[in-house]
């Protein structure tokens, strides 16, 4: 199922940050390895991805497979 949401918060010291599902919810924690992404292009507040959801070893859900929508 394709989720679509925007980076909240991210931090580029560690290359982690939150994102807001636009279905509403949780925010979900994100790590900058996991956007698909050209490498001339940043990850930053606000910017809408599309993303799938993986339940972690701890029950927590993770948000995995990012990709930049183009606008």
């Known amino acids: 199922?394709?989720?679509y949401c925007k980076v909240r918060?991210?931090?580029?010291m560690t290359g982690t940050g939150f994102i807001s599902p636009?279905?509403?919810?949780?925010l979900l924690p994100f790590q900058q390895?996991?956007?698909q992404r050209r490498p001339?292009?940043?990850?930053?507040?606000?910017?809408?991805?599309?993303f799938e959801i993986e339940l972690g070893v701890d029950g927590?859900?993770?948000?995995?497979n990012l990709?930049?929508?183009q606008s």
Do not use: P, W, Y
Not at 9 to 12: G, I
Not at 60 to 64: F, M, S, T, W, Y
């Open 33 to 35: 390895i996991d956007v």
């Open 22 to 26: 636009e279905s509403g919810g949780e």
């Open 60 to 64: 927590e859900k993770n948000a995995i």
């Open 9 to 12: 918060t991210f931090d580029r």
């Open 1 to 3: 199922m394709v989720n």
């Open 67 to 69: 990709r930049l929508v």
């Open 40 to 50: 001339s292009e940043r990850v930053c507040e606000g910017q809408r991805l599309i």
